[in-house]
């Protein structure tokens, strides 16, 4: 390990971008003036038209000139979506919602799928073809594991136990 | 057109999406040839980043051909093969003006902390992403960089984050000449920061990750030294031992959220979702670096609270230094790096999938099966 230390000419490059003045405190402050320092002071570009519902954080006053329109709020995960948005970034209002949201959308997408009539195939959603080929033991275990959960489920069930399995798959 | 289509916690399918459209004078539309699965999609992939939305499109490491351009977008012309970087960055907000294109304020409504990121959910603005045969690519005056002549499209799709994301944690390491670095995560851009810090001049590279396969790779690929945690008693006491009891001058975080190492955090954090991942990564970089030291994060965890020992920063003295990479600014230097044969990215591609299988290829990268370090998936407009 010392000689590692010491002896470098064997990587390519080694101290190429050296910089003493690389203080870590400061990031770019060079490039930094007090102009620049207050509220919204740049030309700000065109804004995107809002033709789609864009939740925005109000930890900002408004909406940034270019947004993503991939998924608009909708359905009830929308409507957590919405609640959400009313707590800024800082409250776990914002965020634990969100998270419930997402579980909800996921459920809705379900019952997306069957009302266009497509049946999700779940096990090339989750990639086991890929397991199947590389990790068949892996793959086989698991799967006998969730078997045995759920076999020990339906016996607690059986037995008048509200207990729910959810289906994890590590 | 064929894309990426997010179902719910590790369910993903191939759909047929609508094409994207100009929607903003600055936006270009552009062909996808090669995109990559990286390590902080499986953040996506696991459910584990509020907002992620089902039907969203997955991918913020992508090169592509340009087929169309908004008024605005003078740059650009159609037909240019450009590499896109993961930010979307305006160019002209207070931040970009610093250089600063990872935290832009005018691409992302839904979040202040973070900017635009492709395919990255609605807290990083709700853009669909590159896994895709096309996708939307807005400030195409800004971002967007031209493939030079020569340069392998392989090594260049590598350009779009994880050589960035692994020089810019070695560079925010503030790495003088002669100090020891410690990067925890030996993954692609854990590997990419140990190659790195010899650029800065580090005297010594630690790689700490728990992957024999992994560490194998970083070994060979980054001519550091690499360790497997899972062979140590306790990988802090480790550090401390190998360096005169002192710590490292500079220990990189480029793990995140998804850390494997503590029973505690992988219940409360990656099982129960009882906070936003598991912070054993940072943990150990806050602990194992020297007083008066620099921890450099790279690693993506999630805004609620994750246990951070914080006490300890404050009593060490201690700067962190933390940010998605700003790509834009430190383009020029990488490119350079790549055609003088200092830096060889697409070393690291050892799986190339047709996007068709994109779920194999999020399966096969997260439960590391076939030795996968990093996967590209190719549309199959690309292959013909
Ligand atoms: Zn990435
Ligand atoms: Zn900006």
């Avoid at chain 1, 740049?42 to 109000?58: A, G, K, Y």
């Avoid at chain 1, 800082?90 to 965020?95: A, D, F, G, I, V």
């Avoid at chain 1, 033991?137 to 207990?163: H, R, S």
């Avoid at chain 2, 054993?280 to 620099?294: D, M, P």
């Amino acid at each position: 390990m010392e000689n590692l230390r010491k002896d470098y000419s064997h990587i390519k490059g080694w101290g190429i971008d050296a910089d003493p003045e690389n203080d870590p405190t400061y990031p770019m402050k060079p490039h930094r003036t007090d102009a620049e320092q207050s509220g919204y002071s740049w030309e700000r570009p065109t804004q995107q038209p809002v033709d789609v519902e864009v939740l925005h954080s109000i930890e900002r006053p408004n909406v940034s000139a270019v947004f993503g329109t991939a998924v608009p709020p909708s359905g009830l995960s929308g409507v957590i979506r919405r609640f959400a948005f009313k707590y800024s970034e800082n409250s776990y209002l914002h965020w634990l919602p969100l998270i419930l949201a997402d579980r909800v959308n996921v459920v809705e997408g379900i019952i997306d799928d069957f009302k266009t009539g497509h049946v999700p195939n779940i096990f090339a959603e989750k990639g086991y073809n890929a397991e199947w080929k590389h990790d068949k033991i892996g793959l086989i275990t698991k799967f006998a594991v969730a078997a045995a959960l759920v076999a020990g489920v339906v016996v607690l069930l059986n037995k008048k136990d509200k207990d729910d399995y959810d289906g994890d798959d590590d | 057109m064929l894309a990426m289509d997010y179902r719910g916690p590790k369910r993903i399918r191939v759909t047929q999406k609508p094409m994207p459209e100009i929607k903003h004078p600055e936006d270009a539309i552009v062909r996808v040839t090669r995109s990559c699965i990286c390590g902080s999609d499986l953040h996506l992939y696991n459910g584990n980043v509020p907002d992620t939305r089902v039907g969203t499109t997955f991918g913020h490491e992508f090169i592509g051909v340009v087929e169309e351009i908004g008024a605005e977008v003078t740059k650009l012309k159609v037909g240019d093969h450009v590499l896109v970087p993961f930010n979307i960055a305006c160019g002209k907000c207070h931040f970009c003006k610093q250089g600063l294109f990872g935290n832009c304020h005018e691409s992302n409504p839904m979040a202040t902390a973070v900017g635009g990121i492709f395919g990255y959910s609605h807290t990083a603005g709700g853009f669909h992403g590159g896994q895709a045969e096309y996708v939307r690519v807005p400030y195409a005056n800004v971002g967007p960089t031209v493939i030079p002549e020569g340069m392998d499209p392989e090594d260049a799709v590598l350009l779009t984050d994880v050589v960035p994301t692994g020089y810019q944690a070695a560079e925010m390491g503030g790495i003088q000449p002669g100090d020891t670095v410690v990067v925890f995560g030996a993954g692609p851009v854990g590997i990419m920061a140990a190659k790195c810090s010899w650029l800065f001049g580090a005297g010594r590279v630690i790689v700490i990750d728990h992957v024999d396969y992994r560490l194998e790779f970083v070994r060979n690929y980054a001519q550091c030294e690499a360790y497997n945690f899972r062979e140590m008693e306790d990988p802090v006491v480790f550090i401390k031992k190998t360096t005169d009891w002192m710590g490292a001058d500079v220990v990189i975080d480029a793990v995140g959220a998804e850390a494997a190492g503590n029973a505690m955090q992988t219940i409360t954090g990656r099982k129960t979702l009882m906070q936003a991942g598991s912070a054993t990564a940072l943990h150990w970089a806050i602990n194992s670096v020297k007083k008066g030291g620099i921890v450099s994060v790279v690693g993506v965890y999630g805004p609620t609270d994750n246990l951070v020992p914080i006490g300890n920063v404050l009593n060490k003295g201690l700067t962190i230094r933390a940010n998605q990479a700003s790509v834009k600014r430190l383009l020029p230097r990488l490119i350079e790096h790549v055609q003088n044969g200092i830096l060889n990215p697409k070393a690291m591609i050892t799986h190339r999938i047709p996007l068709e299988d994109v779920a194999d290829g999020y399966r096969l990268f997260s439960a590391k099966l076939d030795n996968c370090i990093k996967p590209v998936l190719i549309p199959p407009s690309a292959r013909m």
